[in-house]
């Protein structure tokens, strides 16, 4: 069983191409691996899984990922419910480009609290 499905992905930040035509299969309760040098896409890769590269300014996708069989990006999936059962954790921290306070209250705020 695949849990992601990506098709000829190419990835943009403004005019640079940071991933280009990226076709893959990742298997269900399996463990995948991405090895390789330092920039060479593999967090740019790996933040597409779950469209945090959404709230970077002139980023620009093409290209089909499925999650189960849904296309996260043209199926109007929503990216909370994405987020939950994609989650990120890299090896040096990654905050979303907003204040501290915003990117501490996100996951809080995602579950419905609001209050401070």
Do not use: W
């Not at 090895?35 to 980023?59: A, H, Q």
């Not at 999650?67 to 059962?85: A, F, P, S, T």
């Amino acid at each position: 069983m695949t849990a992601f499905s990506v098709q000829n992905l190419n990835l943009y930040y403004g005019d640079f191409q940071a991933l280009k035509s990226i076709t893959l299969e990742i298997p269900a309760r399996q463990i995948t691996a991405l090895i390789g040098p330092s920039g060479c896409g593999k967090s740019t890769f790996l933040k597409s899984l779950n469209r945090m590269n959404d709230l970077v300014e002139g980023c620009r996708i093409s290209g089909d990922i499925k999650l189960d069989g849904v296309d996260i990006y043209k199926d109007k999936m929503d990216v909370n419910v994405l987020r939950k059962r994609v989650g990120m954790v890299f090896q040096k921290p990654n905050p979303f480009p907003m204040s501290i306070y915003d990117n501490i209250a996100y996951g809080p705020r995602t579950h419905g609290v609001r209050s401070k």
